[in-house]
Every structure is written in C-alpha cells, then in structure tokens.
C-alpha cells in the first residue's frame, strides 16, 4: 500500500482562543505515570449485569467499579490500566476480579467509532471536557494525535467518532475528538500521544480522503487532514 507524504492544515478561527481561552489553562507541575499492566478492552455484554471489562495479558479479568466504559472505550483497545481490588462489597458482574481503575491509558492504533449523520442533534452526548491539541501526524494508516491535559487523579478517556459527510461536501467525513476527565480537579499537566486507525475510512477507488478534525465542546477549533493511502 502506497504511503505519500501527509499534508495538514490547521484552520483556527480564532487564534487567541487556543492560547488564551480560560478553560485550557492548567498548571504546570510534576506528574509520574503510575505503574501499569497492559491489557485489551473486552466486551462482555452479553454477560449478565456486566458490560466493557478488561483482560490483562495473564488472562486476568477485570471488572471496572462504577467506571462506565460503555460509550468512550471500544471492544479490542489496548490500554494500559492501574487498579486496586474491591473486595467490600458486591457487584452484579461476576465474570472476573472487581477493581476501581486508578490509571487508564490508550495505547496502540485504536477504533474510530462509526455515528451516523444526525441532522436533529450535535453530538451532545458526548463528554466535552477541556484538552489541547499539540500536533497530529499520520503514520502506517494511524492517525497520531500529541495532546496535554490538566488532571492525575482520575482516569482520563477520549473517544473518536466519525461522521461521514453528504456526497456534495468538500470533506469526506467529520472526526470528532471527545474527552471525559471524570471529574478531576487536580492540576498536574499530563501529555499523551492517542493514535486512531484510520483503514476503515477509506473508500474503495480512491488514494485520498480529506478530513476535519474537531473537538468536542469547542466550537472554534478546526484540523483539516488529507488522508493518503
């Protein structure tokens, strides 16, 4: 498969929103990543009262505590995930160990998920906590995404969804960049690189697809990505 180079353009409509805009100013102070287990994101809900679990790389089960993972982690995510066992108290879910997830992190070529077009409504559903963009490059079909957040005491999730445009726009489809902090109010700065795989967007006949990248919540930011492959 024929890679050409990457070409992106940033559109930002206003550029003393991205620097200067009350919600992604976060403080700057030490944060070490917890030690962590790799594991994949499985979907166990045709198992009674349970839903995602995670399965740790020695066949371990584990069963998130009051995490809903239902919408923001997709089946076959990699992850690598911090946890403290549950033992006080019962749960519905019996398929493995209960644990409260301490640290989450995204890690290999995730799964876009695939919305269809809603005219009636815009994407409110999704979580719209305040992140920053640092840079994005494509890379063997991924797209890779440098970001930085304000948090270390929650887990952190994003989500990727993707709605494919009418025939007659000159985009492709929309990407839609999602962040659920889950609350955290503290202030260490954390940067992650996220990367999405981007094969299941492309369109038979055609080397080149061309996207716009949005966040969501933030109404003025803009990434228009020429997709080759």
């Not at 519905?92 to 997830?101: E, N, P, S």
Request: glycine share 6%.
């Amino acid at each position: 498969m024929r890679l050409n180079s990457l070409i992106f353009k940033v559109m930002i409509l206003s550029s003393v929103f991205l620097y200067l805009h009350e919600c992604d100013r976060i403080d700057d102070s030490e944060f070490d990543e917890p030690e962590s287990t790799h594991g994949i994101i499985r979907d166990f809900r045709n198992i009674d009262s349970c839903g995602l679990v995670i399965e740790l790389d020695d066949g371990t089960i584990i069963v998130p505590y009051l995490l809903d993972t239902s919408l923001l982690l997709s089946n076959g995510q990699e992850v690598e995930v911090a946890y403290t066992e549950v033992t006080d108290t019962d749960y519905a879910c019996k398929a493995g160990l209960l644990a409260k997830i301490t640290w989450l992190k995204m890690v290999g070529c995730s799964p876009i998920i695939m919305q269809e077009m809603d005219y009636f409504s815009t994407l409110t559903n999704l979580p719209s906590d305040p992140f920053k963009i640092l840079n994005a490059n494509i890379e063997n079909n991924c797209l890779n995404i440098k970001l930085s957040y304000s948090g270390g005491c929650e887990v952190h999730e994003f989500i990727m969804t993707y709605t494919e445009l009418p025939g007659f726009s000159q985009y492709s489809g929309t990407l839609t960049l999602s962040h659920n902090a889950h609350g955290d109010m503290c202030k260490s700065l954390i940067t992650n690189t996220i990367c999405y795989d981007l094969t299941s967007l492309q369109q038979p006949g055609s080397d080149m697809i061309r996207l716009t990248l949005i966040k969501s919540g933030d109404e003025d930011y803009q990434l228009i990505i020429d997709y080759y492959y």
